[in-house]
T-cell receptor, first 115, second 112 residues
């Protein structure tokens, strides 16, 4: 079956503009995660969705960042008034459920460049 | 603070040799560990995982060892191939927490 997909693969934007990044999780996976990866760094947790529960937004770096998950499937990460420090690869992952130990499967990421 | 980290940022091996990538963790409550492989321009790819009730787990050409006494995790790759060249991340899951905490990664380079 298909893995996690993300779009666009690359996004170049100007400082101050808003961007939307999309994630399609693996079919049947109820948990969805967003991470950010800066150049040469590990992954930084941003936000987590599980079913119809309230998302865990504790990793979002500022109120310019928000995310939605519609219908328990597709998710959109929105960054408003982008800044140069927002430049990074944004990775989405999904897993079967909520309990600890569920393997997270990652998409290819969206490379965001803010000029 | 609590963290997951790697001993070696880079590792260079000859094709056919065995590779060992190490990882240290600081939280004794961690009970699930995963190794991911990330090739340039791609997302992390699951390699192998291990739970804290195990000391060793083997996959195809890969073995993960967990030493809970010293909070140390390692990934062994047998007969390393050029296609194994990538950044390898360890990640931990703490208790029932769904968040994965990642180390910074080790760059493995396989020389022909």
């Amino acid at each position: 079956g298909a893995g996690v997909s993300q779009s666009p693969s690359n996004k170049v934007t100007e400082k101050g503009k808003d961007v939307e990044l999309r994630c399609d999780p693996i079919s049947g996976h109820t948990a969805l995660y967003w991470y950010r990866q800066s150049l040469g760094q590990g992954l930084e947790f941003l936000i987590y969705f599980q079913g119809n529960s309230a998302p865990d937004k504790s990793g979002l770096p500022s109120d310019r960042f928000s995310a939605e998950r519609t219908g328990g499937s597709v998710s959109t990460l929105t960054i408003q008034r982008t800044q140069q420090e927002d430049s990074a690869v944004y990775l989405c992952a999904s897993s079967l459920g909520v309990s600890g130990g569920n393997t997270q499967y990652f998409g290819p990421g969206t490379r965001l460049t803010v000029l | 603070g609590e963290s997951v980290g790697l001993h070696l940022p880079t590792l260079s091996v000859q094709e056919g040799d065995n590779s060992i990538i190490n990882c240290a963790y600081s939280n004794s409550a961690s009970d699930y560990f995963i190794w991911y492989k990330q090739e340039s321009g791609k997302g992390p790819q699951f390699i192998i995982d291990i739970r804290s009730n195990m000391d060793k787990r083997q996959g195809q050409r890969v073995t993960v060892l967990l030493n809970k006494t010293v909070k140390h995790l390692s990934l062994q790759i047998a007969a390393t191939q050029p296609g194994d060249s990538a950044v390898y991340f360890c990640a931990e899951n703490r208790g029932s927490n769904y968040k994965l905490t990642f180390g910074k990664g080790t760059l493995l380079t396989v020389n022909p």
